[in-house]
């Protein structure tokens, strides 16, 4: 019996479903060049809504990627930081990236 034989990992398939969710790649690899408010991920990411990043941004926050912390200045200011948990798809996401760089054709990714 090779390794093909067993079923789906249930774990792998939760982990790929969270990354690879529409625009969460894009926002993990935004915070990790050091993007922490809602305009610098919003600026960096073409074509995202207010709305979907929000929304998304909520969703990483519940999977424990990333932390969202609210400084009560004047006015009121919020930065979001990834957790250790976040941090630790450096890899995953660096390695995606430089494999869509060697193999994703440009004219793929224009719609």
């Known amino acids: 019996m090779n390794d093909f034989d067993h079923a789906l990992c249930p774990r792998y398939h939760r982990a790929v479903e969270i990354i690879g969710r529409r625009w969460n790649g894009a926002i993990l690899l935004m915070m990790l060049r050091g993007a922490t ?3 610098e991920l919003r600026g960096a990411i073409p074509d995202i809504s207010d709305k979907m990043l929000s929304e998304r941004l909520k969703e990483l926050e519940h999977e424990g990627l990333i932390r969202r ?3 009560p200045d004047t006015p009121v200011r919020v930065e979001y ?3 250790d948990k976040g941090r630790a ?3 995953v996401v660096e390695s995606i990236s430089s494999w869509a760089e060697a ?3 440009h004219a793929e990714t224009v719609s």
């Open 69 to 71: 912390t609210v400084i």
């Open 81 to 83: 930081q990834l957790t």
């Open 89 to 91: 798809l450096q890899a």
């Open 37 to 39: 408010r809602f305009t």
């Open 103 to 105: 193999w994703v054709d």
